[in-house]
């Protein structure tokens, strides 16, 4: 049974982690203002290292996930267009599907489960060491020194990500379009420039965006409500990972909702 001194509890450690979060969104948003106003002060060696971490290396599985969706959505399709006799729509299927919501949310998936628990595990190893709270005792921010570097890399990286597992997709829906329900390359290729508008990719790799802050956010803070032990080390990594996939398909459903009304 659930006894009111759990209950209060519980209570005054979500107070506390609210109170955490706001103050890491301010001094997150402080950082960045800084950051705009004074470009040149963004540490650059660690922007590129975090981009390699984050863009880089994360192109083969990304084309590798991505060339399998477009294969399982046009496969999928095939099955079921090829009883009315409109194969030629497994294009469309495929097209916008990949473009307007798979891609963008695969990538984000799988930037959170390798980059957003690398900046939890990160940061709360530095907490584990205390160069955290060295680096509060000499006056540096936490916030512009450790999370907008990681910030930087992920939004920049995220919508090249995207835009690689577009193709990717899209060239594994006309592998089982071609093969599987008899439609001409050229075909394939023709439908999907005719079909497919300008708004439509960049509708995606604006999501990205959205999607890139959100997972270098919610890692970065995860890995600073770490404990200074090495089980505190991967529950922030864990959390990161969970509450990154959430945060994606929350927002994913909400901007989903507002593009329907908008069309």
């Not at 506390?16 to 004074?38: D, P, S």
């Not at 907008?148 to 193709?167: C, E, H, N, Q, R």
């Given at each position: 049974?659930?006894?009111?001194?759990?209950?209060?509890?519980?209570?005054?450690?979500?107070?506390?982690?609210?109170?955490?979060?706001?103050?890491?969104?301010?001094?997150?948003?402080?950082?960045?203002?800084?950051?705009?106003?004074?470009?040149?002060?963004?540490?650059?060696?660690?922007?590129?290292?975090?981009?390699?971490?984050?863009?880089?290396?994360?192109?083969?599985?990304?084309?590798?996930?991505?060339?399998?969706?477009?294969?399982?959505?046009?496969?999928?399709?095939?099955?079921?267009?090829?009883?009315?006799?409109?194969?030629?729509?497994?294009?469309?299927?495929?097209?916008?599907?990949?473009?307007?919501?798979?891609?963008p949310f695969m990538v984000a998936i799988i930037a959170t489960g390798?980059?957003?628990?690398?900046?939890?595990?990160?940061?709360?190893?530095?907490?584990?060491?205390?160069?955290?709270?060295?680096?509060?005792?000499?006056?540096?921010?936490?916030?512009?020194?450790?999370?907008?570097?990681?910030?930087?890399?992920?939004?920049?990286?995220?919508?090249?990500?995207?835009?690689?597992?577009?193709?990717?997709?899209?060239?594994?829906?006309?592998?089982?379009?071609?093969?599987?329900?008899?439609?001409?390359?050229?075909?394939?290729?023709?439908?999907?420039?005719?079909?497919?508008?300008?708004?439509?990719?960049?509708?995606?790799?604006?999501?990205?965006?959205?999607?890139?802050?959100?997972?270098?956010?919610?890692?970065?803070?995860?890995?600073?409500?770490?404990?200074?032990?090495?089980?505190?080390?991967?529950?922030s990594a864990t959390n990161a990972v969970v509450s990154g996939i959430?945060?994606?398909?929350?927002?994913?459903?909400?901007?989903?909702?507002?593009?329907?009304?908008?069309?």
């Amino acid at each position: 049974m659930l006894k009111f001194s759990d209950f209060e509890k519980w209570q005054k450690k979500h107070h506390k982690n609210m109170h955490e979060f706001f103050v890491f969104t301010g001094e997150v948003f402080l950082a960045l203002v800084e950051t705009v106003r004074h470009p040149f002060r963004i540490r650059g060696r660690e922007t590129l290292y975090y981009l390699e971490q984050c863009g880089v290396k994360s192109v083969p599985i990304v084309l590798l996930i991505c060339f399998l969706l477009g294969m399982i959505l046009a496969f999928q399709g095939a099955l079921q267009l090829s009883k009315f006799g409109t194969e030629i729509f497994i294009v469309d299927l495929v097209s916008f599907s990949v473009l307007k919501e798979l891609g963008p949310f695969m990538v984000a998936i799988i930037a959170t489960g390798r980059a957003g628990s690398a900046f939890a595990a990160e940061i709360g190893t530095m907490i584990a060491d205390e160069e955290v709270n060295a680096l509060s005792t000499m006056g540096i921010s936490i916030a512009r020194f450790l999370v907008v570097p990681k910030l930087i890399a992920m939004i920049i990286a995220l919508p090249i990500l995207s835009a690689f597992g577009d193709i990717a997709a899209l060239l594994g829906g006309m592998f089982v379009g071609n093969v599987m329900a008899d439609i001409p390359i050229g075909a394939y290729y023709a439908r999907t420039v005719n079909i497919l508008e300008a708004s439509t990719f960049l509708f995606g790799i604006g999501k990205s965006v959205i999607f890139a802050f959100l997972i270098s956010f919610i890692g970065c803070f995860k890995g600073l409500q770490s404990t200074m032990d090495a089980q505190g080390v991967g529950r922030s990594a864990t959390n990161a990972v969970v509450s990154g996939i959430l945060a994606v398909v929350v927002c994913d459903a909400i901007i989903a909702v507002i593009d329907s009304f908008g069309g």
